[in-house]
């Protein structure tokens, strides 16, 4: 069992950078594909990026790529999302998952793991 906690969320103007990690619990952690979501009011929970297993695999929603960066530390059992030239449509609670195992997944019913997500407000 592994249990995620995400920090780092917080108010920016757009353009700006916010950097958010996802602290994970459990010794098998670098065993496990990661993924970080988002969910803004009133919509569904949206990906956001992803990363396999191994860390040799990553993919990103088009809406962030080039903007966002998922990466991995195993020896400090964490999982960070780099967010540059954010714009007002990215605000949401920013959720971190994992699933044991396996690719980088888009699909959010594949991680069964979820931390209790961490807010990003982009004013304009």
């Known amino acids: 069992q592994v249990q995620l906690v995400e920090s780092g969320g917080g108010l920016v103007q757009t353009g700006g950078s916010l950097r958010l990690s996802c602290a994970a619990s459990?010794?098998?952690?670098?065993?496990?594909?990661v993924g970080w979501f988002r969910q803004a009011p009133g919509k569904d929970r949206e990906f956001v990026a992803a990363?396999?297993?191994?860390?040799?695999?990553?993919v990103h929603a088009d809406s962030v790529k080039g903007r966002f960066t998922i990466s991995r530390d195993n020896a400090k059992n964490t999982v960070n999302l780099q967010m540059n030239s954010l714009k007002p449509e990215d605000t949401a609670v920013y959720y971190c998952?994992?699933?044991?195992?396996?690719?980088?997944?888009?699909?959010?019913?594949?991680?069964?793991?979820w931390g209790q997500g961490t807010q990003v407000t982009v004013s304009s």
């Open positions: 998952a994992a699933r044991p195992w396996g690719a980088a997944l888009r699909a959010r019913n594949e991680y069964p793991h």
């Open positions: 990363m396999d297993w191994t860390g040799g695999s990553t």
């Open positions: 459990g010794r098998t952690f670098s065993t496990y594909a």
